[in-house]
């Protein structure tokens, strides 16, 4: 366990991602998930208002109740929950054994709810309603990480800063940051760094350089994601590069469980004092991942040679088409 920027605030390197929550699975499944994340040694958890169709905190809330010492949670501000939460939830209810056998069903609800998503105005009075909605959904008197979600540069005022001060002072947050897009990201932290006490972006092993943001606690995510499918689908078209890279690496990486440990291991070693956060539908891959990380695994050294070699053949794999298949890391 390592110390949060708020003191006595410990966290894991490893943290599990709630965004794909309610996604085409039920409320007990759901919770059954973050119950194994938890058993396999996961004690950061990421969330957001408008996660799992506006479900996610909810669900997350009920999980983690009687876990809340022991873990660590960060939740969101910037995007709203989808209005008619109820609509939705009817229409998860009838088309989930839908959903569950016709993946198109499940992208359609999701690109229905994604409409239902606004966008907040940032205002203090709008922030200050999400933090209470957002404490009454987790269960919790606190939330440990508070991130501006999606937010610019022009979206920060003196008197949404005083708002989380205050909450800091209040005790209803214990760290606050923002959780936008990487550009916006970095662009915040060279103009606003007073914003930055931490810092959630995505990153993978396509992006080639290493994240950085001084001064501030890294959080990455989608380590894996289309990022993967990218670069399986680009080696399974390249089967000479496969293999030379297998050599050099001393494993196979046309195997996809050894790509996608490698790919974390990666994002891993790119951000050794911060979170990095992956999202999985599968029991299995949940386990596999944390042996991976919180035994701090090495892969035999493999790691850094892994990102040299994506690095050496960025261009290429950017191209890429993507898979049609997919893994739930």
Known sequence: ???????????????????????????????????????????????????????????????????????????????????????????????????????????????????????????????????????????????????????????????LFAELERNVRAGKIRSFGVGSEAAAAMQIHRIEPRFCPVMQFEWSVLSCEKPTCPGSLLITHRGLSTNFLRIRAWLQANPRVANGWSEELGCNVNEASTLANLMLAAARHANPRGITLFSSRSHQNIRANARLLLENSDLHGAKASFAALVARDAGALLNAPLSATSIGR
């Open 1 to 159: 366990m390592q110390q949060l920027l708020a003191p006595g605030l410990t966290f894991t390197h490893l943290g599990y991602g709630s965004s794909q929550l309610m996604g085409g699975i039920t409320r007990r499944e759901s919770i059954a998930l973050l119950e194994t994340a938890f058993d396999a040694g996961i004690r950061h958890f990421d969330t957001a208002p408008s996660y799992g169709y506006g479900h996610a905190e909810g669900v997350l809330g009920e999980a983690l109740r009687s876990k809340r010492d022991r873990v660590t949670i960060a939740t969101k501000f910037g995007l709203r929950p989808p209005r008619n939460q109820n609509l939705l939830a009817l229409a998860r209810r009838v088309l989930l054994p839908m959903i569950k056998l016709a993946p198109g069903v499940k992208s359609r609800l999701s690109r229905a709810a994604g409409g239902l998503v606004a966008r907040a105005r940032f205002s203090p009075e709008e922030m200050r309603s999400s933090i209470d909605a957002s404490l009454t959904a987790l269960r919790t008197d606190y939330i440990d990480v508070f991130l501006l979600h999606e937010a610019v540069v022009a979206d920060l005022t003196d008197e």
